[in-house]
């Protein structure tokens, strides 16, 4: 069991730029896929970024380039910062843990702990 908490979010101008925390505690979260996903108002919710416990990391296309996804293991926590940030990055961010298989999972469904959220917006 892991608990997660998201910090960081907030209100920037476009090209900006704001680091995310994930707190994490109960487990250590070297033993877990980590991700963040974000989901806009009347959108689906997107898989961001993820690293492995081994360190292996993905970004999805939009935010390759502009968006780090980082850890780390002595405090437990979670990081993206995010650069460049644009109006379409508006969203709520999330932060999740999944327990590790074969490979890190794409679907939310699959992530086993979530943080409650952290509000990003982004004006032009």
């Known amino acids: 069991q892991v608990q997660l908490v998201e910090s960081g979010g907030g209100s920037v101008q476009t090209g900006g730029s704001l680091r995310l925390s994930c707190a994490a505690s109960g487990s250590t979260i070297s033993t877990y896929c980590m991700a963040w996903f974000r989901q806009a108002a009347g959108k689906e919710r997107e898989r961001v970024a993820f690293i492995s416990p081994g360190g292996t990391t993905y970004y999805t296309a939009s935010v390759e380039g502009r968006f780090t996804i980082s850890r780390d293991n002595a405090k437990n926590t979670l990081y993206l910062e995010m650069n460049s940030l644009k109006p379409e990055d508006t969203s709520m961010y999330y932060c999740?843990?999944?327990?590790?298989?074969?490979?890190?999972?794409?679907?939310?469904?699959?992530?086993?702990?979530w943080g409650q959220g952290t509000q990003v917006t982004v004006s032009s």
């Open positions: 999740a843990a999944a327990e590790i298989g074969r490979s890190c999972p794409v679907r939310p469904v699959d992530y086993n702990y």
